[in-house]
């Protein structure tokens, strides 16, 4: 079993800024890719960014030059900078990690979620 603790939603202002951070725990052997998704209310989940095991970055071209996705693999934790925020970034956003745990079988899990809410 793989867990997964999303921290660093909240409310803020347009304009501002906030971390996210999600921590992975478990029989982990490997993480490969990682990924912040979101979910605004009546809209389908997306894709915000991914970063690979060498570390090779994509973005939506909705958060490009403004949302910056890290890793620390000593911490098996994935950030996400986001910067100047918009109301439109409003929406519940959600880790997603996948790898190998201890015993080589492979494992993609899901954060529950953390609000994040840009007032304008």
């Known amino acids: 079993q793989v867990q997964l603790v999303e921290s660093g939603g909240g409310l803020v202002q347009a304009g501002g800024s906030l971390r996210l951070s999600c921590q992975a725990s478990?029989?982990?052997?490997?993480?490969?890719?990682m990924g912040w998704y979101r979910q605004a209310p009546g809209k389908q989940r997306e894709l915000v960014a991914r970063i690979s095991s060498g570390r090779t970055t994509n973005y939506a071209d909705s958060v490009k030059g403004r949302f910056t996705i890290s890793r620390d693999n000593a911490k098996n934790t994935v950030y996400l900078q986001m910067n100047s925020l918009k109301p439109e970034d409003t929406a519940v956003y959600y880790c997603?990690?996948?790898?190998?745990?201890?015993?080589?079988?492979?494992?993609?899990?899901w954060g529950q979620g953390t609000q994040v809410t840009v007032s304008s």
């Open positions: 478990g029989s982990i052997l490997s993480i490969n890719a």
């Open positions: 997603n990690l996948g790898g190998r745990m201890t015993g080589w079988a492979p494992f993609d899990s």
